[in-house]
């Protein structure tokens, strides 16, 4: 049996009664070999080099009295996989046969090369994710802050506890944890035969009877959604548990189980686990930095959230941008520190080129609510100007739309400067909220109850956030509005993400990124159940 299979009272004897480095016999000659060998195994990793350069090479991890670290390293390299880390990658297995094979003081030198490097893999792929965000999807903005090799020896070197240290590595948020359950909830089920046989088929509705209504209860009952029962008809009870899914996996919750529920419906538990993988890995890149209070948009959600020490203090619904290239939303934080009302539309450059440029072209009188503006700041008449002279990379005018409410921006947005030109605003589009997916803008977030997230802002601020709010509307000037508490703002993409009191809920890949993200993962070795050894 594997070592890293023992767990326990079992593994942690076995643990330490494979970590016994005798002192050497010839203590001078061997010391300088220890040296020698710890010296050339760690001259390709410039860190892991200095560190040992710094303290003259004395041993870390095969000194006597660093027996509780090296149990402590071997333990959680033995639980990687059940992070969704790519445990093949620091085998524990591996790691135990090299000090039990080590017999000379350079085989010994060796052995703690080998565990330094195992440690600062591990500690890598834990605390910050196993994949760089921006080299899978160049859409995900996510700068990761990776704590140092030196930092991380240094704190382990330090800890009272190295077991608690090595698992505190790893994200100690709820979500996490959330997640966690529920990778090892979706591993038993998958074991024990999934979910049974799809549903399949078409809509089905309400006062139906006949074998697909028997599937779809069975499959409920299956899911969780439904207690055991032995009804034929798509009656009261069944349609409540076909209204829980949908609400859990961001469906109309109509009850009534149509193309989109039925499509969720069959979706295997194998492939819910993918999203559950996914989500841990972009847990990692965002680590403990979601801040007591933040705003967080799930872009998968269509929702954007004031989060308040793990509570949802108010809630809206979202538009987000298209599936196109360009379009899509990216994924990245920031600090919200003002916001702007009565804003003036400044049209982005690309999208002036490349959808009003074309309209001047054909009609110069084209999109009239849309002021044309040199270089210098002067509003341009547009009968002076010929526009079929002009082409995207020449295009000499900027285009804004004075605030009004038909301004693309609605009557406020809420800025959180960054290089990517995002921000929360809202619109005067307010009828695609109705939608069941929403993905319909340039990439900026639009809110459905923007005034009602000012309120929410500006409460921390002043006794009357509404009469405040207002004011500064009502006179129909563009005004910029201060936090004098800023918050950090998080976009995020979650097609798995936990309930603190309630069932994961799942969402669709809207941008197909999970999937790019799982297969990068799958390339770096984390392994789903069936293909594991």
Request: hydrophobic share 40%.
């Amino acid at each position: 049996m594997p070592l890293s299979h023992l767990r326990g009272a079992a593994f942690a004897g076995l643990v330490a009664a494979c970590f016994g480095f005798a002192a050497p016999a010839h203590a001078e000659t061997e010391l300088t070999a220890f040296k020698q060998a710890v010296a050339a195994a760690a001259v390709q990793n410039d860190a892991i080099a200095a560190f040992y350069r710094d303290r003259d090479y004395a041993p870390f991890w095969t000194s006597a009295d660093a027996a509780a670290r090296r149990s402590a390293l071997v333990t959680v390299l033995g639980e990687a996989s059940e992070q969704g880390l790519p445990a093949a990658r620091y085998d524990a297995d591996r790691l135990v046969e090299t000090f039990r094979e080590a017999r000379t003081q350079r085989a010994i030198g060796r052995a703690e090369v080998a565990a330094m490097r195992m440690y600062l893999d591990y500690a890598h792929d834990a605390s910050r994710g196993v994949l760089t965000p921006g080299a899978v999807l160049s859409e995900i903005k996510r700068k990761v802050d990776r704590p140092a090799p030196a930092t991380l020896i240094e704190g382990l070197a330090a800890a009272p506890s190295p077991l608690a240290y090595l698992r505190g590595l790893s994200p100690q948020s709820p979500e996490y944890a959330r997640l966690m359950r529920e990778k090892i909830r979706l591993e038993r089920l998958i074991a024990a035969g999934g979910w049974g046989p799809e549903v399949g088929g078409g809509k089905i509705e309400p006062g139906q009877s006949g074998p697909r209504i028997i599937a779809l209860r069975n499959r409920l009952i299956a899911m969780g959604y439904l207690p055991r029962t032995a009804t034929q008809t798509y009656d009261a009870t069944l349609q409540k548990a076909v209204q829980a899914f949908q609400f859990d996996h961001g469906l109309t919750a109509d009850g009534v189980a149509g193309p989109s529920t039925m499509q969720e419906l069959d979706v295997p538990p194998e492939r819910r686990l993918r999203s559950v993988l996914v989500a841990m890995e972009r847990e990692r890149w965002l680590g403990n930095a979601r801040g007591d209070k933040h705003v967080l948009v799930n872009i998968t959600d269509y929702h954007a959230r004031i989060v308040d020490k793990g509570e949802v203090v108010f809630e809206t619904r979202s538009v987000v941008g298209q599936n196109a290239h360009d379009h899509r939303t990216p994924e990245f934080s920031d600090v919200m520190d003002h916001m702007v009302v009565n804003p003036t539309w400044n049209v982005p450059r690309s999208i002036a080129v490349r959808e009003y440029l074309p309209q001047f072209q054909n009609n110069p009188n084209a999109a009239g609510h849309l002021m044309l503006v040199d270089g210098a700041g002067r509003v341009v008449t547009r009968a002076a100007v010929d526009f079929t002279q002009y082409t995207a990379s020449n295009f000499p005018f900027d285009l804004k739309q004075p605030p009004s409410n038909g301004n693309a921006l609605g009557r406020v947005k809420f800025m959180f400067p960054n290089p990517y030109n995002i921000y929360l605003h809202d619109t005067p589009s307010k009828s695609l909220f109705n939608r069941e997916t929403r993905a319909f803008s340039h990439g900026c977030i639009r809110l459905s109850d923007p005034y009602d997230f000012a309120y929410a802002l500006l409460a921390t601020q002043t006794d009357d956030p509404k009469g405040f709010f207002a004011a500064k509307l009502n006179s129909g000037r563009e005004t910029r509005v201060d936090l004098e508490h800023p918050l950090p703002v998080h976009l995020i993409y979650r097609t798995a993400m936990g309930e603190p009191k309630g069932r994961m809920q799942y969402r669709r890949d809207v941008y197909g990124r999970d999937a790019a993200i799982f297969d990068a993962l799958q390339a770096a070795g984390v392994a789903l159940p069936e293909v594991q050894g």
